[in-house]
C-alpha cells in the first residue's frame, strides 16, 4: 500500500493575496476555500496518477475546516477541524512513503504573501535559526521517518523549504508575490496542472529524499507579539523565559520539542485573546 499525507494550509493557495480571503465570514473566504479544495485535488490526482494507493489530507489552516468534503477528491480521506495533538501534522506515521506540503506560506518576516509562523509570534528559532511551519512541519514528519517531497505556495515559500530540504523537493509555484498583500496570480486551470504535475514527480522521489531530522537537542525559540503573552507561557515549568516577549523549549526529540513548543504557544496566545 503507497500513502501520500497531505497537510494544506490555506495562505499559499491559487489567488489568494489577503487576511479577507481566508478568513470565515469575509466576503472572498467561500470561493478561497474551493480554490483550496481544487488546490489539494491536483496534488491528489497527481500521486494517484504516480501509483499512490490512499491519500490522506489534513486541513490545516485557521479553524481547519476549510476544505469542502462533498468536493474533495473521492480516493482522499479528510481529517477536519482544530483540536488535534500533532495540529498541521495530525495523522501522520511511518505508513506513510511522503509529504506534501499544499497551500503553504513563507515564515514571519518573509516576502511572501501572507507571511508568518505560528499565530502571535513576531520571530521563531529552530536551533537558533529563523524557521518556518513548514520546518517545523518537516521535523515532525522525519520523527517519523517520512519525507517531505512538494509544496506548493508562492515563489519565497518553494525556496524557504528547497532551502532547509534540499533542493530535489519539488515545488509548484501558484503566485509570485510582489509584497506580503499582493502577487501576480496564475488562472486556477494552470495552477491545478503546475500541482499535479509537481505532486506526480514528487511521489516518485518518495525514495530519493530523506527525511529531515534536526540534530537534538532540538530547541524552538518563540517571540511573542507582547510581554504579557511571555509571561503566560513561562507559568509552564519547562519554559524558559529569555527576555519580555521570549520564551524557549528543548526536547531530545521532535515530537516531544512540537509539544512543549505548542503547549507553551497555545498558553501565551491565551493572553492576547483576553485583550492584554
Not at 497531505?6 to 480571503?21: K, L, N, R
Request: aromatic content about 8%.
Amino acid at each position: 500500500m503507497r500513502r501520500v499525507y497531505i497537510s494544506a494550509d490555506m495562505e499559499g493557495v491559487t489567488g489568494v493575496v489577503s487576511q479577507e480571503d481566508v478568513t470565515p465570514g469575509r466576503l472572498n473566504y467561500e470561493r478561497f476555500r474551493k480554490l483550496m479544495t481544487q488546490d489539494v485535488n491536483a496534488a491528489i490526482e497527481g500521486a494517484i496518477d504516480a501509483g499512490a494507493d490512499e491519500v490522506l489530507v489534513n486541513d490545516s489552516h485557521g479553524e481547519m475546516r476549510n476544505i469542502l468534503i462533498e468536493e474533495l477528491h473521492p480516493k482522499a480521506s479528510l481529517i477536519s477541524g482544530f483540536n488535534k495533538p500533532l495540529y498541521m501534522m495530525e495523522g501522520i506515521d511511518q505508513n506513510f512513503d511522503c509529504v506534501f506540503f499544499i497551500g503553504y506560506h513563507s515564515m514571519v518576516g518573509g516576502r511572501g504573501v501572507l507571511s508568518h509562523t505560528f499565530s502571535g509570534a513576531s520571530r521563531v528559532l529552530l536551533n537558533g535559526r529563523p524557521t518556518s511551519e513548514g520546518e517545523v512541519n518537516a521535523m515532525i514528519a522525519g520523527y517519523f521517518g517520512v519525507p517531505v517531497t512538494m509544496v506548493s505556495g508562492d515563489q519565497h515559500t518553494v525556496s524557504e523549504i528547497k532551502e532547509v530540504l534540499g533542493e530535489g523537493v519539488e515545488g509548484a509555484v501558484v503566485k509570485h508575490a510582489i509584497d506580503r498583500y499582493s502577487a501576480r496570480c496564475l488562472h486556477p486551470s494552470v495552477t491545478r496542472e503546475i500541482i499535479k504535475k509537481a505532486a506526480y514527480r514528487a511521489f516518485l522521489k518518495a525514495k530519493q529524499i530523506s527525511p529531515y531530522k534536526p540534530k537534538p537537542p532540538i530547541t524552538l525559540e518563540f517571540e511573542f507579539l507582547q510581554p504579557s503573552m511571555a509571561s503566560r507561557a513561562a507559568y509552564l515549568p519547562f519554559v524558559e523565559q529569555l527576555d519580555a516577549r521570549t520564551v524557549r523549549v528543548s526536547a531530545n526529540d521532535a515530537i516531544s520539542a512540537w509539544r512543549l513548543f505548542w503547549s507553551a504557544l497555545l498558553l501565551g496566545r491565551s493572553a492576547e485573546k483576553e485583550g492584554y
